[in-house]
């Protein structure tokens, strides 16, 4: 058994990246070195190219805060959370506790609905992020759609106000609309695009998810009932009534749900009309339009 880690205010940067990366490497964090790195930038309150000029600085009153960084790591917080912001698509968001983290794999979605629309990009249309969480696709739509107006629901105030944060911080906030409450039942009106990464894990799977996820992502953001597919059914029951014409929904999909999720949305009225990989290779995403237009 190796000694705990221990840092203190004489040790170089360097030594004390090397100290973490060992850490975390022992304790199976698969980024181990990247982790490392990002926290002792943080705690010195420096970027990369600064730990690289000067490795051999002592560490001095940062070592407090990056063994309380590193101590969360262990813990199995994610650096986003420990850091409270992540980057989603060229944009940093806050994140806290009430909302699920956004993904790297959840640009997938956003990068589907820009090429279906990629015509209309200028147009004023109407957004509608359900599960909003964050706010990050909502947010990374509206800056590609620059007259665009959107809404985001979420049924946690505590995500709605995250969400009205990020938004406003992107300067965003006359354009984008907060609202708490279940799917569609807060909302009137047609949209042009319906989006959702919605929760989508089957319920007896949460406890088996890595603790990364089971132990910090809100149990709301995850959790898609006995059989992961109940948001699916009831935003897709509801979707039809609220697309404009030429509207499309888009839905980030749970693995192996493609062909389920295209049933449900058939059974509503809605016709597939694309699916897109991420760069795993796996089925992300199901775009969806209306089968008879109103
Ligand atoms: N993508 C998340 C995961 O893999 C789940 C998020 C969701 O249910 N929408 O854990």
């Known amino acids: 058994m190796s000694a705990p880690l221990t840092l203190d205010g004489n040790m170089s940067r360097a030594k004390a990246q090397r100290a973490l990366t060992e850490a975390f490497t022992k304790a199976g964090l698969d980024s181990a070195a990247l982790d490392a790195r990002v926290l002792t930038c943080a705690a010195l309150g420096i970027d990369h190219a600064g730990l690289l000029r000067d490795p051999d600085l002592p560490l001095g009153e940062a070592a407090s805060s990056l063994m309380a960084f590193a101590k969360r790591r262990l813990a199995r917080e ?33 990068e589907a609905i820009l090429s279906a629309l990629g015509g209309r990009a200028n147009e004023a249309l109407r957004l509608l992020d359900l599960g909003t969480g964050s706010g990050a696709i909502l947010g990374a739509l509206l800056r590609q759609f620059p007259r665009a ?5 979420d049924l946690s105030p505590a995500a709605c106000a995250i969400a009205r944060q990020n938004l406003d911080a992107l300067g965003l906030c ?7 409450g279940r799917w569609l039942a807060p909302i009137s009106g047609r949209f042009d695009v319906i ?4 929760p989508y894990i089957e319920a007896e799977a949460v406890a ?7 132990l910090y992502d809100p149990r709301l953001a995850l959790d898609g009932g006995v059989d992961g597919l109940e948001a699916y059914r009831a ?27 295209d049933s449900i949305l058939r059974s509503c009225g809605l016709e ?14 199901i775009l969806a339009g209306l089968e008879i237009q109103p």
């Open 195 to 198: 989006v959702s990464n919605p």
């Open 78 to 110: 994610p650096v986003s959370r420990i850091l409270g912001r992540r980057e989603f698509f060229g944009e940093t968001y806050a994140v806290g506790p009430a909302v699920l983290d956004p993904r790297p794999d959840t640009e997938t979605l956003v």
């Open 272 to 285: 597939p009309i694309g699916r897109r990989r991420d760069l795993a290779g796996r089925e992300r995403v």
């Open 235 to 261: 935003i897709a029951s509801a979707a039809a009534s609220h697309l404009a014409p030429r509207g499309i929904l888009a839905f980030e999909l749970g693995a192996d749900q493609a062909a389920a999720v």
């Open 149 to 153: 107006i959107g809404f985001g629901v």
């Open 208 to 214: 088996g998810l890595d603790p990364e996820v089971r």
């Open 174 to 180: 006359g354009r984008a609309f907060i609202l708490a």
